[in-house]
């Protein structure tokens, strides 16, 4: 039940325009992601300079860690904040800008060497990563804000969902001008077309629609981060659980990024049966996007969370007991709820904790506290397959899931229904 305040009838008023909006916004940005995919695109354009697959594998890694790590740092200034949107869009340049600049070093690099290019490659994907760790405290804050707790669970469930779809088409297509054009134009027109699409998504962001909220109380002392953070930490337990559920999840997926090499090791996979898997993971994260966002809005994202855990769990038990790549087929479906239950439904639930005043501080402590695990996690796995082949990696996730299901089980409650109750 919201109160009758002058910020909430507006955006009850615009409620219509800005969920539009943002899933028009979130469509575009998947366009120019799937142009240059941090899974693909951006790899190969690594690939191209170096054999190492340490840097070549940190591709994806830097941009996650970018994103998580800033957003405790920033939580102090956003949470003063009475409107959102103007740092939202000054912030979004930077993780959209670099993307050109990749575009520019693919067609310097035959003047500039390939050790340069390397090197300028990495300095704009920490440049992009960041940038995106710092737009990404307000964002959600000003989502939260303009759409209303009883659909936040739907909308990020639905714009994930199409931007995975987008994600998926260009990433298609961008496959077709790496194999068509002469290089360095095939990277450099990939590049240029992503840098158009996110110009066209911050175009479509500008035009959110966020009320100043003038009602909203601001400590005339402005405190330090950590001390915020800390008062949270030691306040709300229930939180916390949540937090270490968080930190969990990524240790009990890693043996996600080892399924698609094992299927091509033991059972000796082709090209044509590895694309069918793929389809299928996108297919079932998209599907998953809507419905558990749209499910978790109506019976709790805590739900949607333990469905997420007891999804992981089968996954590595099938991999486990896999016999044929038929088995891959439900084993990635399951990996596309998982994955989906951990990031989009985490996020939709980590919005739910707090005040307005503090939700900035909620957000920042989720994504930063959950970085280090988000690094750790793929290294501690490769380590494993190499030491130890694919069975203890698989059997590491099942435990770990199983830990995951009873802290979400036991030990954690849905914020908003505890709100509710004692409102």
């Known amino acids: 039940m919201f109160s009758d305040t002058a910020v909430e009838r507006q955006v009850r008023k ?19 992601l799937g142009f240059a995919s941090f899974s693909a695109v951006l790899p190969l354009f690594v690939a191209s300079m170096t054999d190492s697959a340490l840097l070549i ?24 904040l009475r409107r959102y949107k103007s740092t939202v869009l000054m912030n979004t340049i930077h993780e959209r800008l670099p993307f050109f600049g990749f575009g520019v070093i693919a067609l310097l690099m035959p003047y500039i060497g390939k050790d340069l290019s390397l090197i300028l490659v990495f300095l704009f994907l920490t440049w992009q990563g960041l940038g995106g760790g710092f737009t990404a405290n307000p964002w959600t804050s000003m989502i939260s804000k303009i759409i209303p707790s009883d659909s936040r669970g739907t909308f990020f469930g639905l714009q994930a969902g199409l931007a995975n779809l987008f994600i998926s088409g260009s990433a298609i297509l961008a496959g ?36 100043e909220d003038l009602e909203k109380i601001i400590p005339e002392e402005k405190t330090h981060f950590w001390a915020d953070s800390k008062q949270i930490l030691k306040r709300d337990i229930n939180f916390n659980w949540f937090l270490i559920a968080r930190f969990l999840s990524q240790f009990a997926t890693m043996g996600f ?19 069918f898997l793929t389809a299928t993971l996108t297919i079932s994260q998209t599907v998953a996007n809507i419905g558990m966002g749209w499910v978790g809005d109506r019976i709790g994202h805590r739900a949607m969370l333990i469905l997420g855990a007891f999804s992981a769990l089968v996954s590595a ?42 939700r900035p501080l909620y957000i920042g402590l989720s994504q930063t ?27 590491t996730s099942i435990w770990l899931s199983a830990a995951m299901i009873l802290i979400l089980l036991w030990l954690v409650k849905d914020p908003r229904k505890r709100q509710a109750l004692s409102a």
């Not at 409620?15 to 940005?29: A, E, R, V």
């Not at 957003?71 to 102090?76: I, K, P, R, V």
């Not at 750790?376 to 030491?387: E, N, Q, S, T």
Request: charged share 10%.
């Open 14 to 32: 615009d409620l219509k325009y800005n969920f539009s909006i943002g899933l028009f916004d979130g469509s575009l940005f998947g366009v120019a």
């Open 57 to 80: 594998g940190l591709v994806p890694a830097i941009h996650s860690v970018g994103w998580q790590l800033p957003q405790l740092f920033t939580a102090s200034h956003v949470s003063r």
């Open 176 to 211: 077709y001008l790496l194999d068509f054009l002469a290089s360095p134009w095939n990277f450099a027109v990939c590049f240029f077309l992503a840098s158009f699409f996110f110009a066209l998504s911050w175009f479509a962001l500008a035009r959110t629609r966020e009320p």
């Open 257 to 275: 990024s080892f399924y698609i090499i094992y299927a091509l090791r033991q059972f000796n996979m082709d090209s044509v049966t590895a694309g």
């Open 317 to 358: 038990v099938l991999a486990w007991l896999a016999t044929s790549l038929f088995w891959f087929y439900p084993i990635f479906i399951l990996t596309g709820w998982a994955n989906v239950s951990i990031w989009t439904i985490g996020m939709a639930m980590t919005v739910d904790f707090g005040t307005e005043t503090q």
């Open 369 to 395: 506290l959950t970085a280090p695990a988000t690094i750790l996690a793929p290294l501690l796995g490769g380590l494993i397959v190499d030491r130890a082949g694919f069975m203890p990696i698989f059997s």
